[in-house]
Structures are given as structure tokens and as C-alpha cells.
């Protein structure tokens, strides 16, 4: 029997985005950006557009498949797939699925996207306007807890507890995103640097969030364009292969309003689906090369990276320093075109594009040489997702 | 109580169609506290469910609890996310274990000074928090500290 893998059978080839802009600020319509960002993957890998036989997404994208095959006039439509779970948290699980759809043979040239323009409907950090309200959401909701930022707040908390981590750790997190931003002129907050002081100083949202410890909302769109590994090998660009990916949680995570009652509460829920994903890849933490890791908000990032076994949570406070999570000289250079926090809030695809872009050698704060990389979906939901790409010499 | 702990404005709880809910809603209108708990393992459960996730069998039943229990997490928030709250400063909000009923949690808010002192472990005591004006009307069941400042 064939070993039941992705490894090195499906690859990225094709990386696209539209200009960037703060929320509420997108000259077009969504499903417009959405358009465009796949029309960018599309020139970017060397494809023509209308050989796109799936999509797939995640977070309930408005942009659905066939309206995107007719609008495209694609030939024909093979697979068409949306990715459960709300946030971020199905970014790679979008890619995954996409990769499976190919390996498979359901599908030949799959795009995964992302289109956001939030000022054109509603915004994801708002309480619920209802009258009355039903269910995990009664819950919390009457108690003033009802934001993402809210709900995810005491598992950061709680883990900083046991472990005894402080406040420069995730300053640390926020200060590498605002670093690489200032390299990367697609970023919202290029420009913009943050200083240990302006961290300080910036407003609590909730503890232990500052300002800067949460990510952006943003409005545009992202596309990244997957097919077979061998077609991959005769297309323009340097093919990002995936290596392993997993999607999920462990056991009983509740949804996010109900998170409270999760078992293992002061987790970002990687420590079954990290393991699943190294062991489809063939790798292990210490050959990541670079790693991008989603920041909803720096203490999902913290639990994350500790997940994903890059060190122990008593190694924290040494581990992040700045220095140790910039490009190129870091030992571990994290989020390396800014992320969430300070490239654009594109829940999360700008940094799966980012991991294809390290190994292709083309990032604003390019990683010498790096042939492993790894790209984080949302934490602390559920269920969760993690992607690794390898290049050729990793096979 | 005559005064609640946030101001009126935020959604209303009231049981969903299907009445998972309503033993909840309507013990602590009593002042009782009530989860669930799988009859034949003992195992408790919440927030609620159909069926026992240990069993995999419908006769849960609900049970009280003493409504006390320690604070396992919390944050305080100082950005408010709904109108009800523009105006409100910080606030607290606990997630409570109750050590007695199988580590179940819940979550509410930490009464006494929004800027207090939080500590992971603190033993508190339930206050049944009554919204009798409200349309429907409902009770919220809120959290002090056991021997602290709050009141």
C-alpha cells in the first residue's frame, strides 16, 4: 500500500495580491479585488486563467466558486471548496485541501483565495447588535465578552501564568511583523516603525493585549495558484512544494464563544495537528528555515511557535528577542513581510504567499537560502491549520 | 442586586427554540446553579449538550452545583466592542473552574474595582445577578472574590 502523503506530489506556483489598503478603504468591490488578485496569480505562475478547474477557500469567503468560474469563464469547474471554521484558522487548510484535490485527481490547477473589503459589509472585531441572543454566545455575550480579541485573551493569559512569561515576549512578536513591514513596500504599515516605547505606550485593548499585539483589518485580496508537482517543474516560477499540512484540533475545543470551557484552555490547539504535519513532511522544527505564523493577536503566536515545538514555554522569554526573529541574521525569522499585524489583515493568505516567496528567494527580508518553510493559520481556534513548503532540494 | 454590573443594553440570553438551555436559564432566576452530568459516569458537562460526550448516550441530566468555584483565567477590557459599553472604563471578566463539578468552567464578570488586583487560583462565590426590568427578563450569574474587596 502507497504511503498516504502530499509530500512533494503538489506544488505553489503562482502568488498574487492586490494593493493593500486600510479597512474600508478598497476603491472596488470585493468580489472585484478578488478577481484581480486571481488574474496576479495567474501571470505570476504563467497560466491562463480560464485552465483554473477549482477553487477553494475558508472563513465563509462571500466570493463563491461559480460565480468566480463564470466570471472568469473558466472551462470547466472540478472542484469547489470551502474550508469550515471561522477567522484564520483554515488558511492552510484551504491550501490543503486544494493540494488534495490534485493529488487526488479531482482537480489539475486549483486557486486558493482570500477577499476581504470589510468596510463593504461587516467588520470582525464588533460585538453582536442583537436584542437577545441564543446559545454558547448567551454565554459570554451579556458579560462583555464578545470580540475575538476578547474571547482569546484568557488563554494567553492563562499560559503566560504557568509559565511565567511577561509582556516583552509578545512586544518581541508585534516588533519583528512592524520590522519586516519597514522592508516590504506592499505593506499597510510600511513606513510606520514601532519602537520598544511606542509598544509600551500603546493603549490596552484587553490584558494581555496592547494595541499592537492585535492584528489589523484590512480590505483586498490574495490568490495563490497550486498544481501537480511535474507541471509545477515546467512553469515560470521556482515551485514551492508542499512538503506536509494538517488541520484540526485536540480534544473537545470548544467554538470560540464557548472557548472557555475547553479543556486544555492555554493552547493555540497545534499539538496534535503540528505533529501530523511533520510527520507528513519528513521534517522536524529544527529544519524549518523560516517561519510564518499567524498573528490574530501575539499571544497565539507565543503558544504556536511553542507547538510547533520551536522551543520549550520555559525558553520563551530568551527565545523571543528581537533579534533572534528578524531576517536575515535571526535564528528564527518569523512573519518576514509583516503578517497580520503590519503587512495587511488578509486573514492570514499574504502569509501563506510569503512562505512560497521565501523559497523562491523574491521576500522584502529574504532568508539566505532558505528551503523550508513553514506558514501557520490561525490559532486558538478551532479547527486550526499548518502548511510547510520545501524547495526541489528538500525532496 | 440593585445595580448591575454592566449597563443595560447588551444582548438579552434567553434558551434557544430547542430548550438545550432553559434548566440553565430558568435555575438561576431561582438562584440555583445547574450543569449537566452524564447519570451512569458521573462525568459533567458544560456548556450544554445533547448527549454525554463520554457515553455517547441522551439521559443528561442536570444537576446543582455550589455555586463557587476559582479563577482559572481572566482578562480586563478596556476596549469596548458594543454601543452598551462606550462609556463603561475597564472591566472584568473571569473564567471560573468549579473544582466540585468535574473542573466544568464558566465565564462572567469579577465584581468589586474593574481595576483590581486578578489573581489565577482565587477562590470566589457565585451573585445571581437579576435583570428583572428586562424584556424578557433573565439573571446573569456574576463572581467576588471570597474574603476580598469586592462587594
Redesign the interface.
Given at each position: 500500500m502507497t504511503r498516504r502523503s502530499l509530500r512533494g506530489r503538489v506544488a505553489a506556483a503562482g502568488v498574487g495580491e492586490t494593493a493593500y489598503y486600510r479597512h474600508g478603504q478598497a476603491p472596488e468591490p470585493e468580489f472585484v479585488l478578488c478577481l484581480k488578485a486571481i488574474l496576479a496569480a495567474c501571470e505570476d505562475a504563467g497560466i491562463d486563467p480560464r485552465d483554473i478547474d477549482g477553487f477553494a477557500s475558508y472563513s465563509n469567503d462571500r466570493n463563491d466558486p461559480p460565480s468566480l468560474a463564470t466570471a472568469l469563464g473558466t472551462h470547466q469547474l472540478r472542484f469547489s471548496n470551502m474550508q469550515w471554521g471561522g477567522g484564520g484558522g483554515g488558511g492552510a487548510g484551504a491550501m490543503a485541501n486544494a493540494a488534495a484535490a490534485i493529488a487526488g485527481g479531482l482537480a489539475d490547477c486549483v486557486v486558493v483565495y482570500r477577499a476581504l473589503a470589510q468596510g463593504q459589509f461587516g467588520r470582525f472585531g464588533q460585538g453582536s447588535r442583537a436584542n437577545t441572543i441564543t446559545g454558547d454566545s448567551a454565554l459570554t455575550n451579556p458579560y462583555g465578552q464578545m470580540s475575538p480579541a476578547q474571547y482569546y485573551a484568557p488563554k494567553a493569559m492563562r499560559f503566560m501564568h504557568e509559565h511565567d512569561i511577561g509582556q516583552e515576549a509578545l512586544r518581541a512578536i508585534a516588533m519583528a511583523s512592524y520590522h519586516h513591514a519597514q522592508a516590504n513596500p506592499r505593506a499597510v504599515m510600511y513606513g510606520r516603525p514601532l519602537t520598544e516605547q511606542g509598544y509600551d505606550e500603546s493603549r490596552w485593548i484587553t490584558e494581555p493585549f496592547h494595541l499592537y499585539d492585535c492584528c489589523m483589518e484590512n480590505d483586498g485580496a490574495a490568490a495563490i495558484i497550486l498544481v501537480s508537482a511535474e507541471r509545477a517543474r515546467d512553469l515560470k516560477q521556482t515551485p514551492a512544494f508542499v512538503l506536509g499540512a494538517a488541520i484540526g484540533a485536540g480534544y473537545r475545543v470548544h467554538s470560540t464563544q464557548a472557548g472557555f470551557a475547553t479543556p486544555d484552555l492555554a493552547s493555540s490547539h497545534f499539538k496534535t495537528v503540528a505533529r501530523h504535519m511533520y510527520e507528513m513532511a519528513e521534517v522536524g522544527p529544527t529544519d524549518v528555515d523560516v517561519v510564518q505564523c499567524y498573528e490574530n493577536f501575539t499571544g497565539g503566536v507565543l503558544m504556536s511557535l511553542v507547538e510547533h515545538g520551536f522551543f520549550a514555554p520555559e525558553e520563551a522569554m530568551d527565545f523571543l528577542k528581537l533579534e533572534n526573529l528578524i531576517a536575515p541574521t535571526g535564528k528564527l525569522p518569523l512573519n518576514t513581510s509583516g503578517g497580520n499585524l503590519a503587512e495587511c489583515y488578509m486573514h492570514g493568505l499574504e502569509l501563506q504567499i510569503e512562505a512560497v516567496r521565501q523559497l523562491r528567494g523574491q521576500s522584502t527580508s529574504q532568508v539566505a537560502g532558505a528551503k523550508v518553510s513553514l506558514a501557520v493559520a490561525g490559532p486558538m481556534v478551532t479547527p486550526v491549520s499548518t502548511i510547510i513548503f520545501g524547495s526541489e532540494a528538500v525532496l | 442586586m440593585s445595580e448591575s454590573y454592566?449597563p443595560p443594553g447588551?444582548?438579552?440570553?434567553?434558551?434557544?427554540?430547542s430548550g438545550l438551555?432553559r434548566p440553565y436559564w430558568e435555575g438561576v432566576r431561582g438562584e440555583v446553579l445547574k450543569v449537566q452530568r452524564n447519570p451512569k459516569t458521573g462525568v459533567y458537562q458544560?456548556?450544554p449538550q445533547w448527549i454525554c460526550?463520554d457515553t455517547q448516550t441522551f439521559d443528561v441530566e442536570w444537576v446543582e452545583v455550589a455555586p463557587k468555584g476559582v479563577i482559572?483565567?481572566?482578562?480586563?477590557?478596556?476596549?469596548?466592542?458594543?454601543?452598551a459599553?462606550k462609556e463603561?472604563g475597564?472591566?472584568i471578566?473571569v473564567?471560573v473552574e468549579l473544582p466540585h463539578a468535574g473542573k466544568?468552567?464558566?465565564?462572567?464578570?469579577l465584581l468589586g474595582d474593574p481595576r483590581q488586583a486578578v489573581v489565577?487560583g482565587a477562590p470566589v462565590e457565585a451573585v445571581f445577578e437579576h435583570h428583572n426590568d428586562a424584556a424578557p427578563p433573565?439573571t446573569?450569574v456574576q463572581w467576588r472574590t471570597i474574603g476580598g474587596e469586592a462587594g
Open positions: - | 454592566l447588551l444582548p438579552i440570553p434567553v434558551p434557544e427554540p438551555s458544560w456548556p460526550h482559572y483565567s481572566w482578562t480586563r477590557v478596556w476596549h469596548p466592542v458594543h454601543p459599553l463603561v475597564p472591566y471578566v473564567v466544568v468552567r464558566m465565564l462572567g464578570n489565577i433573565f446573569l
